[in-house]
C-alpha cells in the first residue's frame, strides 16, 4: 500500500511494562493513527473492557509509545508536505514532554540516533521530504514514470 514503509521502530515498545505490552501491542495493530492522535489530545477515549486496560494512569504513557512506533508505519517519500509537517509535530510534541519549548528535527534526530535508530532514520527521510520543493516531488515522480 502507498505511503506505508513497514520498516519499524519497535524500540519503543520497549519501554513499557511487561504487563501492559498485550495492550500496546493491540493499540498498535487495531487502532489507526488519526484514532490514536485523538486519544492523545483528549478528543476520544478507549473504553477499559474493549481494550482489557488494567492500568489506566499509564495509558497516555502507552499511547505516546504506540504511536511513535506508528509513526514509523509510514513512507514519507510518499506523502504531502501538510501530513510530512504533522507526523513532524506529533513526533515533537510527544518527545518534547516537559520542555518549555518544542524542539527541532535535528534535535530529535540526535536524541534519538542511538537509542531507536530506525526512528532517527526515519526522521531523517522525513525532515528531506520536508526540505524538496513541491516542484522536485512532480519532476521525480514523472522521471519514475517514464523510466
Same mark, same amino acid.
Given at each position: ?7 519499524? *521502530? ?11 505490552? *498485550? ?9 489507526? =493513527? ?6 492523545? #489530545? ?16 499509564? =495509558? +497516555?504513557? $502507552?499511547?505516546?509509545?504506540? $504511536? ?6 509510514? !513512507?514519507? *517519500? ?8 504533522? =507526523?513532524? /509535530? =506529533? ?9 518549555? &519549548?518544542?524542539?527541532?528535527? !535535528? ?9 531507536? #535508530? @530506525?526512528?532517527?532514520? /526515519?526522521?531523517?527521510?522525513? &525532515? &528531506? +521530504?520536508?526540505?524538496? @520543493? *513541491? ?8 522521471? %519514475? %514514470?517514464?523510466?
Amino acid at each position: 500500500m502507498p505511503g506505508l514503509s513497514y520498516t519499524i *521502530d519497535k524500540s519503543f515498545l520497549d519501554n513499557i511494562d511487561l504487563q501492559s505490552q *498485550d495492550l500496546a501491542k493491540s493499540l498498535l495493530v487495531n487502532l489507526p =493513527l488519526q484514532e490514536m492522535v485523538a486519544i492523545y #489530545v483528549g478528543e476520544k477515549t478507549l473504553d477499559p473492557v474493549e481494550y482489557d486496560i488494567r492500568h489506566p494512569e499509564k =495509558l +497516555n504513557f $502507552i499511547i505516546q509509545k504506540v $504511536i511513535l512506533t506508528k509513526l514509523t508505519y509510514f !513512507n514519507t *517519500d510518499h506523502l504531502a508536505k501538510p501530513h510530512l509537517r504533522f =507526523l513532524a /509535530w =506529533l513526533a515533537a510534541d510527544i518527545l518534547s514532554q516537559g520542555a518549555s &519549548q518544542k524542539i527541532s528535527l !535535528n534535535h530529535l534526530i540526535s536524541k534519538t540516533q542511538y537509542s531507536h #535508530v @530506525t526512528f532517527s532514520n /526515519w526522521l531523517k527521510k522525513l &525532515q &528531506q +521530504n520536508l526540505m524538496k @520543493t *513541491d516542484r522536485q516531488r512532480e519532476i521525480e515522480k514523472f522521471a %519514475r %514514470r517514464i523510466s
